[in-house]
């Protein structure tokens, strides 16, 4: 998404910004082909106030018959005809370059294939840069958003750790007004000041601007830098009792202490597990090296005493008298 897909040394074109009236002349016969192949089919709203277009972004899901990249051939070929001059495949974005009204055009179509984050990615999407600045804002607390994860945090040793994909608790949650969101935005500025009123830990954080003004790969957009610019030349810079605390805060809003307490149990008898059985103990104990030693973990782990759970529940001594089992017998 952004315009720039097609280029003149592969493809022999670039493709043209569009006005207004060229953008809706776009979308009115793109749309129905579209449904033709999918049961679902929406445009993202823009950025309020936008003037020219460099492509049209929509977003697809649940495929009637085909699978989404022989849609997507059929839409080109068939549905479009001579007007498709040319399209990139890639997953979940497929470029089409299309010929309207003397001009060619980019068409982005984002396939979502799961049904449950449909909403959180059409959201991502929604407004121009507006997830991106969201996700931006919060993230010195720990927090992190995106279109395929949704709300989530870092679980060290586990990675991911999902706390919800309905956007409409999200912004509960960070304290935004999701009435006034679905009342969809005149004005940028009406949009950034539905943004300033994320809260983290009950207070509004304001537009902390230090380093997003020069993060490479946003610096030449014009939303992005629009709300930037508006804030203070500082950082968001909670300690690490206040990330802690929304860790904690997080975790209890979406209800999820049961399911973390399941992983960190999970980690822990993975890390005793490690300490107890692992390659350094059994050379120790066997003097095994090189191909012997790996010859002998193979074996070791085939062993169903020597499961993660029963590793566990033995005393490091009983480890080593079956390791020392299998060494005799190897010997």
Known sequence: MGGSAFNVDTHGFVTSRMTKDQYTTLSNLILPLLRLYFRIVAIPPEPPGKLTYGDLDIMVSKPLDLRPHDAILQLCSNALGSKCKAFIYNVPTSNIAVSINDVIAQVDVHVVEKDEVWEMDYWMHSWGDMGMIVSSV???????????RGLWVDVPDHGAFVLSLSMKRIATYLGLDWERYLRGFDTTEDLFQWIEGIKINGEKVGIKSKGKLEKRGHNHRPM????????????????????????????????????????????????????????????????????????LMQELREDRRLGRDEIVRMEVEEIQQIVLEYWKNMS
């Open 138 to 148: 919060i993230k010195a607390w720990g927090l992190r958003l995106s279109a395929s």
């Open 224 to 295: 992005w830098v629009s709300y930037w610019t508006r804030g203070e030349d500082a950082e968001y810079n909670p300690s690490n009792d206040e990330r802690e605390k929304v860790f904690q805060q997080v975790i209890d809003y979406f209800g999820k202490p049961k399911e973390l307490e399941d992983i960190m149990d999970e980690i822990a008898r993975n890390r005793i597990a490690k300490e107890k059985f692992n390659g350094k103990r059994v050379m120790e104990w066997t003097g095994a090296t090189g191909k012997k030693l790996g010859a």
